[in-house]
């Protein structure tokens, strides 16, 4: 079993949806929770960061993040065309630098 | 420009031969890691270096080897190639080694093995 899964997709919404993208995971020691988006293979862009458990906004994004479900959602409001991407969930353990990634959920936003 | 340099951006190559790979991290940046990522699997973490020397390692093969250099540079050598190191290969650097708010990514070197 993967430490990191990651709901797979595809997603397609229309323009202006509200978008919830889902990563569980079973490793207790996760302390932070990152959010990429990955355009088409290129490198995965940084989106949001949190450590442990809450919620972070950023625009028309929010990372929540619930320690006790060992659950982790990034809302997208108004959905845009150029938020088609792929979303990577991704997370570390505390004093560990390295990151282990989910699989990544494609999103496509219909104009 | 996200500020890490990866070259080259594709390679093709024959099965048996040797191909480094290199990595510019963004300036300040100490950690340099190195993901691979085939069609069929995610981010797959192979090893970690920090200011020249190794942190963390994950499932690399022992065809791959890699390196920090004074400089700050990583390269990662794969050697004996097959088919199923066709990936994309991405470095990624962030300030510390024992935290983690985040990598700023290459754009990736595209191996293709023939």
């Known amino acids: 079993q993967k430490e990191v899964e990651q709901d797979p997709g595809p997603l397609s919404v229309p323009e202006g949806a509200i978008v919830s993208l889902n990563c569980t995971y079973s490793n207790s020691a996760f302390q932070y929770f990152m959010w990429y988006r990955q355009y088409s293979r290129k490198g995965p862009e940084l989106l949001m960061y949190?450590?442990?458990?809450g919620n972070k906004e950023d625009g028309r994004f929010t990372a929540q993040v619930d320690k006790s479900s060992k659950y982790i959602s990034l809302f997208i409001r108004d959905s845009q065309p150029s938020d088609s991407a792929t979303y990577l969930c991704?997370?570390?353990?505390?004093?560990?630098?390295?990151?282990?990634f989910g699989d990544g959920t494609t999103l496509t936003v219909k104009p | 420009d996200s500020g890490v340099t990866q070259t080259p951006k594709h390679l093709i190559t024959a099965t048996g031969q040797r191909v480094t790979l290199r990595c510019s991290p963004r300036?300040?940046?100490?950690?340099v890691y190195w993901y691979q990522q085939s069609l069929d699997q995610g981010l797959q973490f192979l090893i970690q270096y920090y200011n020249g020397e190794e942190r963390a390692k994950g499932n690399i093969l022992e065809r791959f080897s890699a390196q920090q250099f004074p400089d700050l540079h990583s390269e990662l050598n794969l050697s004996s190639l097959e088919l199923g190191d066709s990936a994309l290969y991405f470095c990624a650097s962030s300030p510390h080694f024992d935290r983690n708010y985040g990598y700023t990514f290459g754009s990736g070197t595209r191996l293709t093995v023939v």
């Open positions: 949190t450590y442990s458990s």
């Open positions: 991704a997370m570390s353990a505390t004093n560990a630098g390295k990151s282990t």
């Open positions: 300036s300040g940046d100490l950690s």
